[in-house]
DNA sequence: GCAATATTTAGATACTTGTCTAAATATCTG
DNA sequence: CAGATATTTAGACAAGTATCTAAATATTGC
């Protein structure tokens, strides 16, 4: 996990959104844009930030390219975070 | 949680670092600053974020201020993160 | 109160980034 | 192939930010 790619990526309410449409499954491009006011460059240069922070994967299908949840990267940052705060029973310096 | 304020206050190296050295447990701005090549004024902006996303909890000590770990906010992140993903057992969608 | 130490604030600068418009690329359909 | 639709790329601009130096504030100890 590029870390520092996954947290600049997960800085930006708009990328963040995009995750959370995609948790109900796959959708193309288009349809993603279609809950944002904003043009499609400009989700375009979002869905490539994600995709940097390999956040999600593209496939295309005919004219469409469909874009899904990398759900790995979401579970190894949340576990990264997990591991940061002392407190855990086992990990983190208790005094 | 801020979530906007936490994700942009983690999205920066330097500060990732900060809480890092924090899981160690409280330390003063001095301390905190002797392990990075930067000037005071750098870290206390740095500081500042951190306590905006209340990451960070602050109490002066005589001359000195120290930092400590706020890790009920960490906590809430991961957790945030965890719903954010499907596969999870009772929660996102599977199909 | 004064000098020394610790930290923050103010102001400046260079770099990054989120957004836009316009143009390019890719696919489908007639 | 030509036109329509879907998406990305290129280039520009405004806003945000990480850093610095210099100065301000707070505390300690003489």
Redesign the interface.
């Known amino acids: 996990m590029k ?2 790619a996954v ?2 990526a ?2 930006d ?1 708009t990328r ?1 959104a995009i ?2 449409r995609l ?3 796959a959708l193309s491009a288009g349809e993603i844009g279609a809950a944002f006011d904003m043009t499609a460059a400009s989700l375009s240069h979002h869905f490539s930030v994600l995709k940097q922070a390999d956040l999600v994967r593209t496939e295309r299908q005919g004219q469409f390219i469909v874009y899904s ?1 990398n ?1 790995t990267v ?2 190894d ?3 990264m ?2 591991d ?4 855990k029973p086992g990990a ?2 208790k ?1």
Not at 84 to 87: E, H
Request: charged share 15%.
């Open positions: 870390q520092q947290f600049k997960m800085a309410p963040r995750l959370k948790q109900g499954g949840l759900s979401l579970e940052l949340a576990r975070l997990f940061m705060f002392p407190g983190g310096p005094a």
